[in-house]
């Protein structure tokens, strides 16, 4: 029993820690000057650099 809780408790925090880096990554603006250095992104999706910012735009 003693073992079950001590996993509980890894997969609990990990899951925790997994969502914390992940919001925060996701959260993270890539600073540009042009649209050739924003990161590539698979369509529909499209990277421009909009007030030195890159945003990821729905293509048209």
Do not use: G, R
């Not at 603006?29 to 999706?45: G, H, M, N, Q, R």
């Amino acid at each position: 029993m003693k073992n079950m809780v001590h996993i509980l408790v890894f997969i609990y925090s990990w899951v925790i820690f997994m969502y914390l880096f992940l919001v925060v990554t996701s959260k993270t603006p890539f600073i540009c000057v042009s649209d050739k250095e924003c990161p590539t992104a698979s369509y529909p999706l499209v990277c421009k650099c909009i007030d030195n910012f890159c945003h990821v735009l729905i293509a048209e």
